[in-house]
């Protein structure tokens, strides 16, 4: 996979994971396709598994997955005003960073950080459900 140009790294929970956006996504499209890894053959989101069942149209899913696109753009846009310092790193970054911040119990902390940033954790929550309704793993899984 190094070879073909995709960063790899060791993570204690997930194993090894490739580094996001791939370096083979160019255009819309897998560069590597003939040659891309084991784990992107295995991987089928659940639009498309419903496609392969006849359950949704090409179209819907090109749809889907534009909007995924949109909401990610949009949240790009959040991450740059509230979190700067994650606004040139890898997405998985600053949603584990919203994570870190949704999960603190001090009251009076908590109250600040929803003044804050609380239009950033609300539009995080809501990508994170699209993202694993219609492009997490089909049969679960993220
Ligand atoms: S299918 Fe795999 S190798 Fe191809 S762009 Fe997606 S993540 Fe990268």
């Known amino acids: 996979m190094r070879a073909a140009g995709l960063e790899i790294w060791k993570d204690a929970s997930h194993g090894h994971l490739m580094a996001q956006p791939c370096a083979q996504y160019r255009g819309g499209c897998c560069e590597a396709y003939n040659d891309r890894p084991r784990q992107c053959r295995n991987f ?35 991450i740059a005003t509230h979190l700067p310092e994650f ?16 999960e603190i119990r001090n009251e009076k902390e ?24 219609y492009f997490g793993q089909a049969g679960g899984g993220e």
Do not use: W, Y
């Not at 606004?87 to 949704?102: G, N, Q, S, W």
């Open 44 to 78: 089928v989101c659940v639009t498309l598994a419903r496609f392969e069942k006849g359950e949704v149209s090409m179209r819907e899913a090109l749809r889907l997955a534009e909007l995924l696109r949109e909401k990610r753009r949009f949240l790009n846009g959040l």
């Open 87 to 102: 606004a040139d790193r890898p997405l998985r970054e600053a949603l584990r960073e919203t994570k870190r911040l949704l």
């Open 110 to 133: 908590a109250r600040e950080i929803q003044e804050r940033h609380g239009e950033l954790l609300v539009h995080t929550i809501a990508f994170r459900k699209f993202r694993k309704e």
